[in-house]
């Protein structure tokens, strides 16, 4: 089983971008792709809406994405995935083959798949005048009559692609008017070639073989219309859930993952990215966007996991992720007062990076009792004994530290005796420094 800090699964926008942060910021990280970098990228004709790109194709910028990446060392896999699942303080990739992979934390990006009109002869003619992909498919239906599915951005989009080839292209809608953005609506309509039928169903798709006609539902009356392709683009069902097996992870009715700001899911050391979350715009700026956040967060978090597996080695692992989530980053400044003897005791810490000093006053006399480094922490005196702070500590240096909060530092040591035994005997040690 290999070990990795990070582990994306996905190619498209959202995975290209976790996965260049990841590697650009020196992590041990490996993309995970199915099919081949890209994603719907690779499905998408013209792409007008990218800052500084007038117009590029979807294949162009996959391809500039995935250079860029490869530029800063990331490691791409075709391959797929078959299931994630936790193990202790890891989550546990099995991909397509069998094979496992482990890692402190994963980025979904899986995106999803087209939604099906579910009506006869849809999947009996799929491949044979059926698609869901113009790009892919376009060009073998020249000089045809066709349909296009669809009200939406992703159905107009298409449909200007299927221009090109097109000798007639309808515009099959349920509703009288169109979701898509006005400027995609203006180009499509706007031509000759192009005839709307709208409010309508389509009820079946019919041929010898091929497809011939589709059969629609409009104004109570059933028609005909004669096309040889069917370019369906009513809906995207996301595929992310599918990957948990055995633990469940929140989604909305439509199957999206839920996500806090940071892009976490309900699952500590889980991220969900791009199409497969639940939120506003599916567009490639919404979904770097996504990856930005959640490699950022990635990368703090697997090093607070890091740090709180060195002050608590006989922790249970698989509590380790929840603690981790709850530690909360402090940077001081050299003198800077952490804590205050006689204040309530309200939080642990661990020092990170930096020094500390640690104090005590007597008879209006301050001591310093001890210095602190990276590694050793501080707190646990007052959290244990339920009593004030004994000590200050300043910080000698510019330093970060991880605050830990009271319920959190409970909690652990409930359900681990041997890290409450673990941090007793340093108190202990501590209490009689400070009286010898």
Not at 21 to 43: D, I, P
Request: include cysteine; proline fraction near 4%; glycine fraction near 10%.
């Amino acid at each position: 089983m290999a070990d990795f800090d990070l582990i994306i699964i996905g190619g498209g926008p959202a995975g290209m971008t976790a996965g260049l942060y990841a590697a650009r910021a020196n992590m041990k990280v490996v993309l995970f792709e199915q099919k081949g970098t890209g994603g719907e990228l690779n499905n998408t004709d013209l792409i007008e809406d990218w800052p500084g790109e007038e117009s590029i194709t979807g294949f162009e910028l996959g391809e500039k994405m995935r250079k860029h990446a490869e530029k800063f060392g990331l490691r791409i896999d075709i391959q797929g995935v078959d299931e994630i699942w936790s193990e202790g303080d890891r989550k546990v990739v099995r991909l397509a083959d069998g094979t496992t992979h482990s890692a402190y934390a994963v980025i979904v990006a899986v995106g999803g798949e087209p939604v099906k009109l579910q009506v006869p002869g849809e999947q009996e003619y799929a491949g044979r005048g059926v698609s869901y992909c113009a790009v892919c498919d376009g060009a073998f239906f020249k000089d045809m009559d066709l349909a296009v599915i669809g009200g939406g951005d992703s159905a107009f989009q298409e449909g200007l692609f299927l221009t090109r080839f097109a000798k007639k292209l309808y515009v099959v809608h349920r509703r009288k008017e169109f979701r898509a953005q006005a400027i995609l609506q203006d180009r499509l309509l706007g031509m000759d070639k192009v005839e709307t039928v709208t409010p309508a169903v389509v009820k079946r798709i019919g041929g010898n073989g091929e497809v011939k006609w589709i059969e629609v539902e409009r104004d109570g009356r059933v028609e005909q219309v004669p096309v040889e392709g069917v370019f369906i683009f009513v809906g995207f069902k996301p595929v992310g859930r599918y990957l948990f097996k055995r633990e469940h992870i929140d989604h909305d009715p439509n199957g999206y993952l839920i996500t806090d700001q940071y892009m976490v899911t309900s699952i500590p050391g889980v991220y969900a990215v791009g199409d497969t979350r639940a939120q506003l715009a599916k567009q490639i700026t919404t979904a770097v966007g996504d990856a930005t956040t959640a490699v950022l967060h990635a990368e703090r978090y697997i090093e607070e996991l890091k740090h709180a597996e060195r002050a608590f080695p006989s922790a249970p692992r698989e509590e380790m992720p929840r603690l981790a989530g709850r530690m909360e980053p402090v940077r001081v400044v050299a003198g800077q007062t952490i804590v205050r003897q006689g204040d309530a005791s309200d939080s642990f810490f661990i020092v990170v990076r930096g020094r500390v000093g640690v104090y005590q006053t007597q008879d209006g006399k301050e001591e310093q009792l001890n210095t602190l480094g990276p590694g050793e922490f501080f707190g646990e005196i007052g959290l244990l004994s339920d009593m004030p702070r004994i000590a200050t500590v300043r910080a000698l240096e510019p330093s970060e530290l991880l605050r830990l909060d009271q319920e959190s530092f409970r909690r652990l040591v409930s359900v681990s005796a041997a890290t409450r035994d673990q941090l007793d005997q340093v108190a202990r040690e501590r209490l009689a420094a400070t009286r010898s």
